[in-house]
C-alpha cells in the first residue's frame, strides 16, 4: 500500500495564495508522475496539474495555467502545488496521486476560497 497524505489546505481569500503539499511512501516515489488533483462538491475528481518523475515535464489544466505551480523534491519524496491568485471556483479537497499509476486515495486537503 502507497500512503499519501497531503496537508496546506486552508480558508483563503479570493487573490490570497495556498502552498499544498503531498507526501508519499511505499513505492519508489522517484519513478512516478505525479499529480495534483482536485473535488469540488457535486463535481467529479479532475486533473490540476501533473509532473513527471523527474520533473521535465509538466502539464495544467487550463483554469489554473499561470496561476499554480506544481514542483517535486524526490529526495524528500513529496510533490507541493504552488496556489496562487485563488479565485472562488478553486474551491475543492485536493488530492495526489499517480499520473498513469494510482494508489489509494488520501484524505485529501481542503481549500476554500471566499469572495
Known amino acids: 500500500q502507497v500512503q499519501l497524505v497531503e496537508s496546506g489546505g486552508n480558508l483563503v481569500q479570493a487573490g490570497g495564495s495556498l502552498r499544498l503539499s503531498c507526501a508519499a511512501s511505499?513505492?519508489?516515489?522517484?519513478?512516478?508522475?505525479m499529480a495534483w488533483y482536485r473535488q469540488a462538491p457535486g463535481k467529479e475528481r479532475e486533473v490540476v496539474a501533473t509532473?513527471?518523475?523527474?520533473?521535465?515535464?509538466?502539464n495544467y489544466a487550463d483554469s489554473v495555467k499561470g496561476r499554480f505551480i506544481i514542483f517535486r523534491d524526490n529526495a524528500k519524496q513529496t510533490v507541493d502545488l504552488q496556489m496562487n491568485s485563488l479565485k472562488p471556483e478553486d474551491t475543492a479537497v485536493y488530492y495526489c496521486?499517480?499520473?498513469?499509476?494510482?494508489?489509494?486515495w488520501g484524505q485529501g486537503t481542503q481549500v476554500t476560497v471566499s469572495s
Open positions: 496521486n499517480g499520473v498513469y499509476r494510482q494508489f489509494e
Open positions: 511505499g513505492y519508489m516515489f522517484a519513478n512516478l508522475g
Open positions: 509532473i513527471s518523475s523527474v520533473g521535465g515535464t509538466i
